[in-house]
């Protein structure tokens, strides 16, 4: 689900850079300025940023520094990615879904507004928090339980031995490839 939904709303960077050059454009042209406009660009890009980094996650995108993390053994890494996931990004996760909840809720009763004259609605913005975090989490989840598999040699390493998830699918292929 997160892959496909990271590949469908990604897209929406272009429909963010539409929107943010036709308003640019209207501004300097007509000397017309809308909120909602620019309230809309922040939106998608909150869209994109929030419900794309359990796809990132998964195909093990994620920050990290790479320099560094070639050079170790792939043990090592897997350690690193289950200390990460489990003490980092999993109680984040919780926390940022436990406080998310309420304050959409919250934001949702009583139909908030943008405080911009002319803005959007501020609860769809609340609820793509709590969305995108309990998708990051149950993600996260998903890792860690990979991870945990891949050390005990229960599955292969869905990365192999590469730095991105780009090269570990042509590491797949290349051995489906060989197999035949």
């Known amino acids: 689900m997160n892959a496909w939904l990271g590949r469908y709303l990604a897209w929406l960077i272009l429909g963010a850079v539409l929107v943010s050059s036709v308003n640019a454009t209207i501004r300097k042209l007509f000397d017309i300025s809308s909120n909602s406009w620019l309230e809309l660009q922040w939106v998608l890009f909150g869209v994109v940023f929030l419900l794309c980094s359990p796809w990132t996650l998964m195909s093990n995108e994620h920050i990290r520094i790479d320099i560094v993390n070639q050079l170790l053994p792939k043990a090592l890494r897997n350690w690193i990615d289950i200390i990460g996931h489990a003490f980092f990004l999993l109680p984040w996760c919780i926390i940022m879904v436990i406080t998310a909840g309420p304050f959409f809720w919250r934001s949702a009763m009583i139909n908030e507004q943008s405080g911009n004259a002319g803005g959007l609605p501020v609860w769809p913005s609340k609820a793509l928090v709590l969305i995108g975090f309990a998708l990051l989490l149950i993600q996260a989840l998903s890792e860690l ?28 292929t290349v051995e489906a490839i060989e197999k035949r």
């Open 145 to 172: 339980v990979k991870r945990a598999s891949v050390m005990r040699d229960l599955i292969p390493d869905p990365y192999a031995s590469s730095t991105s998830a780009i090269e570990a699918e042509v590491e797949r």
